[in-house]
Structure formats: C-alpha cells, structure tokens
C-alpha cells in the first residue's frame, strides 16, 4: 500500500447523496480478489450508456474531471453492503480521497484498510467547497495527513477526525498485517524466550 501523506488536487463534484457501494462498483463486478482494472468498472451504470458509450453527463467523464484525486460527495458515501471493492475501484481510477459529510461506517474502514483517505466534513465546509468546485472546476484542495488538515482553494484550514492507528498506518503505507509484521523482531525474540 503507498503511503498518504499530502496531497493536492482538483475535485470531482458527485454531489449525489446516499451514493452506495453497488453504484460505486456493481456486484456483478466482484467476482474477483485482484483489484487491477477495477477502475474501468468504478460508478459502471452511470459511467457508460446503454450502448457502452460513455455518459457525456456523469461526473467522472467531464474533461474538467481527469486527473482528479479527490471526489467531493454528497451526504453518507458508501452506504450499503460491504465490500472492500469499492475503495478498490475508486483507487483504481485515480481517487486518493473522498470528502463527505458523512460516511457508511463499514465504507469508511475498509478505505482506511486500503489506502483510501475518507475526509469528513461539516455541512458549512462542504457546502463552501461546493462553491468553490462549480465556481472553478480545477480549483486545487490540498490534505495534510500529518496535521489531519484540508485546506480550501481560498486557503482555509480545516481539520478533520480520523483515527490515531488509521492515520499511523496510512503515513506509513502498511495495512493492519503490516503493522503487526513491523514488529517481527520483537515478535521472534518472545517466541524463542517461550
């Protein structure tokens, strides 16, 4: 897992709220444990129409869109069943972080497991950067995991919540084996004292 410390980006605006994980990536995509090409299946069914065209109207195929590492969502992203991949799809397209002003629970760790940075914020905050994303589709954000700080386009500082052991495992671009295999020595060193 690469590790998150700072990022700067423009934001996708998918201001759809109660967005859940079958939109994110359709079930019929989860047949397998590899998450290369995932991203091509990322938001399928509003992604492409009918004829496997892409939808000129959705979000993520606007020119304004590409290379963007930041969605900017509407209200409880990532709602519904578990499944670890939609984080896996959303990497896959490019997307470092998510900002919301609220979050599925089980969406929210299981981004955290892979390497995926959901930023929650107040509905003030949101709906400035809301603004500011249609006022200037390429606006920069920058995220500072360190100091767990977003910083607006116009140069507002915001803090947001994340958990201490997520925040040491992200900086550090290890999952929660990774933690534990970090401690391999100490680990060996007990088993042959037993």
């Known amino acids: 897992m690469a590790s998150f410390t700072t990022l700067s980006s423009h934001a ?3 201001s759809a ?4 994980t079958d939109q994110i ?4 995509f989860l ?23 892409d939808n000129p109207d959705f979000a993520l195929n606007k020119p304004e869109a590409q290379g963007a590492q930041i969605i900017l969502a ?4 990532g709602c519904g069943s578990s499944r670890e991949h939609a984080p896996w799809a959303l990497m896959g397209w490019g997307v470092r972080a998510v900002i919301s002003t609220s979050f599925a629970d089980i969406f929210k760790g299981n981004s955290l497991k892979n390497g995926l940075l959901p930023i929650q914020v ?12 249609k006022a200037n589709p390429k606006a920069t954000l920058s995220v500072d995991l360190t100091k767990a700080e977003l910083t607006l386009p116009d140069g507002t500082k915001v803090s947001f919540p994340i958990d201490n052991f997520a925040q040491h495992c ?4 290890i999952d929660q084996l990774g933690y534990i295999l970090s401690f391999d020595d100490k680990i060996k060193s007990y088993e042959a004292r037993a």
Do not use: C, M, S
Not at 36 to 48: A, H, S, T
Not at 122 to 133: E, G, M, P
Not at 170 to 173: A, I, K, Q, R
């Open 12 to 14: 996708v605006l998918l």
């Open 17 to 20: 709220e109660n967005v859940d």
């Open 25 to 28: 990536i359709p079930a019929r």
């Open 31 to 53: 047949k397998t444990l590899d998450k290369n090409g995932l991203g091509k299946q990322l938001f399928f069914d509003w992604r492409y129409l009918a004829d496997g065209t």
């Open 74 to 77: 509407g209200d409880n992203f």
């Open 122 to 133: 107040d509905a003030a905050t949101h709906a400035k950067l809301v603004a500011a994303v």
């Open 170 to 173: 992200l900086l550090n671009g």
